[in-house]
């Protein structure tokens, strides 16, 4: 089996990241958005004996994880949604696909460059995950977890805007289609789906299992049901994991293969 970094597209498309000089306004946004808040807690929360707020290790936490699991799963989408699209506009998709790589090999190479740069943008977390460990916040273990579910979440993501960036001739009509399928995903389909279930729901055993269906699947709900204990003891909480990772597995292999017909389509 052959290793999925030894890719030339991959490590093309790593050198072309590293050499653009304003990526660290990003980094610094990723950063300060966390300290900013984390701040703020301190500054609103701190008693008058000087000692911090029992609860302050679970807010920077909860700031961490949440804010940090949005932004990535927004950001791996929009950085993967010009991979392809912009080959195109740059008249160097030719090239691309006429080399002796394989169509796959190429959707591949793409969609780990762009994952890469969020993974890194994701490691910029962990300090603040730390200082909420110390102060009292969740186990490290399952700071840990929900870490790593919110780069599988963004992992999807990208994954489905690289398909739709091999479907687009245009970067700007991949973004905004790009951008109407995660409205689609988070806003409509849950909305949709609890009203449709509200009008048949049956008790409370039902209740639960239509509930893991209509919100489980969501980039961030993983993560609520680690910091909430099981959602607060509510029965079949566990299935929220099976839902969201095959959710989410589900749309990374679509998206691939979207992205691998698109490059297959481009005939020279």
Same mark, same amino acid.
């Given at each position: 089996?052959?290793?999925?970094?030894?890719?030339?597209?991959?490590?093309?498309? @790593?050198?072309? !990241?590293?050499?653009?000089?304003?990526?660290?306004? /990003? %980094? $610094?946004? *990723?950063?300060?958005?966390? #300290? &900013?808040?984390?701040?703020?807690?301190?500054?609103?929360?701190?008693?008058?004996?000087?000692?911090?707020?029992?609860?302050?290790?679970?807010?920077?936490?909860?700031?961490?994880?949440?804010?940090?699991?949005?932004?990535?799963?927004?950001?791996?989408?929009?950085?993967?949604?010009?991979?392809?699209?912009?080959?195109?506009?740059?008249?160097?998709?030719?090239?691309?696909?006429?080399?002796?790589?394989?169509?796959?090999?190429?959707?591949?190479?793409?969609?780990?460059?762009?994952?890469?740069?969020?993974?890194?943008?994701?490691?910029?977390?962990?300090?603040?995950?730390?200082?909420?460990?110390?102060?009292?916040?969740? @186990?490290?273990? !399952?700071?840990?977890?929900?870490?790593?579910?919110? /780069? %599988? $979440?963004? *992992?999807?993501?990208?994954? #489905? &805007?690289?398909?739709?960036?091999?479907l687009f001739g245009r970067s700007l009509?991949?973004?905004?289609?790009?951008?109407?399928?995660?409205?689609?995903?988070?806003?409509?389909?849950?909305?949709?789906?609890?009203?449709?279930?509200?009008?048949?729901?049956?008790?409370?055993?039902?209740?639960?299992?239509?509930?893991?269906?209509?919100?489980?699947?969501?980039?961030?709900?993983?993560?609520?049901?680690?910091?909430?204990?099981?959602?607060?003891?509510?029965?079949?909480?566990?299935?929220?994991?099976?839902?969201?990772?095959?959710?989410?597995?589900?749309?990374?292999?679509?998206?691939?293969?979207?992205?691998?017909?698109?490059?297959?389509?481009?005939?020279?």
């Amino acid at each position: 089996m052959k290793n999925p970094f030894d890719n030339p597209v991959y490590w093309l498309d @790593s050198r072309t !990241r590293v050499r653009e000089r304003r990526l660290w306004v /990003l %980094a $610094a946004f *990723f950063l300060a958005v966390p #300290l &900013a808040i984390s701040l703020l807690l301190l500054v609103t929360l701190v008693k008058p004996d000087d000692s911090p707020f029992p609860g302050i290790g679970m807010m920077i936490a909860g700031v961490a994880i949440y804010s940090h699991g949005a932004l990535l799963a927004l950001l791996s989408a929009l950085g993967a949604a010009q991979r392809i699209s912009q080959e195109r506009e740059r008249r160097t998709l030719p090239a691309l696909v006429n080399s002796p790589l394989e169509a796959r090999r190429i959707a591949d190479g793409k969609l780990l460059g762009a994952w890469r740069f969020t993974a890194w943008l994701a490691c910029l977390t962990l300090p603040f995950l730390a200082v909420a460990t110390l102060w009292g916040g969740l @186990s490290a273990g !399952r700071l840990l977890a929900a870490w790593a579910l919110n /780069l %599988a $979440a963004a *992992f999807a993501t990208a994954s #489905l &805007a690289l398909g739709l960036s091999g479907l687009f001739g245009r970067s700007l009509s991949a973004y905004l289609a790009t951008g109407a399928a995660l409205f689609l995903w988070c806003a409509v389909v849950p909305v949709v789906a609890l009203i449709a279930f509200q009008s048949s729901m049956a008790g409370s055993v039902s209740e639960a299992i239509g509930l893991s269906f209509i919100a489980y699947h969501l980039p961030l709900a993983p993560q609520v049901w680690l910091f909430t204990g099981g959602f607060d003891g509510q029965p079949f909480g566990w299935v929220v994991f099976p839902v969201a990772l095959g959710t989410w597995t589900v749309i990374a292999v679509l998206g691939r293969a979207l992205a691998v017909r698109g490059l297959r389509r481009e005939v020279y």
